[in-house]
């Protein structure tokens, strides 16, 4: 079985607290879906991030001098609950363990990009500069719906600040060079040269039933403690946060193998402003699951279209619910996958067609709660248009 695996923590260290004996840790992730957002301190918007115009071409080297000092160390220091493998009826002990990630710094003020699943749950954070030093650091925010985190390390001096210039995966097309820089297994700044793979993936939410969209899949190496260190183009600014691999096996601790994602810039810039606004991030919301109908899939169940989406789950309260669209009431297996059918055809949102989920979800995630959208869907076979008053979650 192949397992997307987050690239984002090393577990280098545990401690059972309370005196029970140590345990290593290898877990490739911190964190649950279920973990609830989390504000340390808000700190206030001081200074813009930082982004940069287009310069000429550098290669890796280049690159590596210029922006290495912008990527720090991020130490996570959680308290985790285990129970005895051997003996379910013993109680369970706390443990306390590090996890190792990575980060960069993206103003003069002292705030980091990470991603959430690093920090997470955390009871300490730190971070360590290139230029020297380990400070303690605030989580500001994060959110688990795209996967990002903001910190801030109040007492580290300018001089270790070397914010990095931020893009945006528009500025990149398959074939492209780019390189990671970050920490894996704990190597610290390490950097690794690949290409673009890949635009306009889907990968993995903390958050279940969700998704992130327009993710960039990539062939440099990245592996365990990787995670929330930047992925740079050619011009030296920073497309993305590296965030997971795919593997060949279903192991957690499987390195790479050519297939890594990252969060693309362009939702982690708007996810840090509002955190740093306001401590959280607010997502628009639709409130459906569902499934991408294609050629073969309107075949097999007979559909009038053979692009859009087909509800699988309509989630009870959510705007779909209220403007009345159907999921699906029965379940059928089509090409080794079991899906939802019989519920509503969504096949263009505004007038726009929607060929693939994330040209809905992207165009939901483009306007605000709030705004008043037409979606036209097909039900049983008879085209309407049913209108939508989007809603607001937090991340």
Known sequence: MTAYVRQGVLMVAAAAVGGASAVALGRAGVGSASTTTTVRRVAAVHAPINVSSTTSALNAAQIYRRDAAGVVVVNATMVRTVADPLDPFAPSRKERARALGSGFVIDHRGHILTNAHVVAGARTVTVGFRKGGTYKADVVGVDLIDDVAVLDVPTAPSSALDPLPLGSVRSVQVGDPVVAIGNPLGEYRSITEGIVSAKARQINSLKPGYKIYNAIQTDAAINHGN??????????????????????????????????????????????????????????????????????????????????????KVRPGSPAAHAGLRGGSATATIDGRTLTVGGDVIVSIDSHRIVHFSDLAQAVAGMKPGAHVSLVIIRKGTRMTVPVTLGAQSG
């Open 227 to 312: 995670s929330g260190g930047p992925l740079i183009d050619r011009y030296g600014q920073v497309v993305g946060i590296t965030n997971q691999i795919l593997t060949g096996t279903n192991n957690p601790t499987s390195g790479n193998i050519g297939i890594g994602f990252a969060v693309p810039i362009d939702i982690a810039r708007n996810v840090a402003r509002q955190i740093m606004r306001s401590g959280r991030a607010v997502h628009t919301y639709l409130g459906i699951e569902g499934t991408q109908v294609t050629a073969s899939l309107a075949h097999v169940l007979n559909l009038p279209v053979s692009t859009g989406v087909l509800v699988g």
